[in-house]
């Protein structure tokens, strides 16, 4: 099976900031590997799929980018809105695999 | 606009059962794949469930082991997941979620979550 190993668990930033998240697949997995953001009490949403494509909607200041198994989320200008919890996912077919999560708090 | 309204969820003992219900509008519901997915309080998520848009396919996750059956009705727009022999450790808000694809399966539209407590 393949792992998702997400990276850091948690971030500490401030607004304004650059912020990167990393996720590394066990494997090899192509550009199957999207981003999710998850606020407190609220249902996951998606920012991102195969691995640097932007979900309608989602601000231009989410993107994604992939190096062979590894694949970072970066938020360019952090704002007070997109301190979350953040999800990668594999997904192949019918098979998904999460990541274990980022949780981005306030500085 | 794509809506879901899960329902079902609620407090049960150890062995008991639940039936949840994922009330889905603003497409055409069979021509979609669905999932389930959990998530343990405090914890990441877990999926549970798919099946396709017929119902013909489904799986599970390697945790559900005989004791989850999930369903749909097309006519009435609707998901389902039969829970049997509930355990505490099946304790977590679970959503139901749109799969637009198999070429890009991610989870594009998600419910607002159905909780489920299990404990004595």
């Known amino acids: 099976d393949i792992q998702m190993t997400q990276s850091p668990s948690t971030l500490s930033a401030s607004v304004g900031d650059r912020v990167t998240i990393t996720c590394r697949a066990s494997q090899y997995i192509g550009d199957k590997l999207a981003w999710y953001q998850q606020k407190p009490g609220k249902a996951p949403n998606l920012l991102i799929f195969?691995?640097?494509t932007l979900e309608s909607g989602v601000p231009p200041r989410f993107s994604g980018s992939a190096s062979g198994t590894e694949f970072t989320l970066t938020i360019g200008s952090l704002q007070p809105d997109d301190f979350a919890t953040y999800y990668c996912?594999?997904?192949?077919?019918?098979?998904?695999?999460f990541g274990r999560g980022t949780r981005v708090e306030i500085k | 606009q794509v809506h879901f309204v899960e329902s079902g969820g609620g407090l049960v003992k150890p062995g008991g059962s639940l039936r949840l219900s994922c009330a889905a509008s603003?497409?055409?519901?069979?021509?979609?794949?669905m999932t389930w997915v959990r998530q343990a309080p405090g914890k990441g998520l877990e999926w549970v469930s798919y099946i396709s848009g017929t119902g013909a396919y489904t799986d599970y996750g390697d945790f559900v082991k005989g004791r989850f059956t999930v369903s749909r009705d097309n006519g009435d727009n609707t998901l389902y997941l039969q829970m049997n022999s509930l355990t505490v450790d099946d304790t977590a808000v679970y959503y139901c979620?749109?799969?637009?694809?198999?070429?890009?399966?991610?989870?594009?539209?998600w419910g607002q979550g159905t909780l489920v407590s299990v404990s004595s």
């Open positions: 996912q594999h997904y192949d077919g019918y098979s998904w695999t």
């Open positions: 979620a749109r799969v637009p694809s198999r070429s890009v399966s991610v989870f594009d539209y």
């Open positions: 603003g497409f055409v519901f069979g021509d979609y794949y």
């Open positions: 195969r691995a640097s």
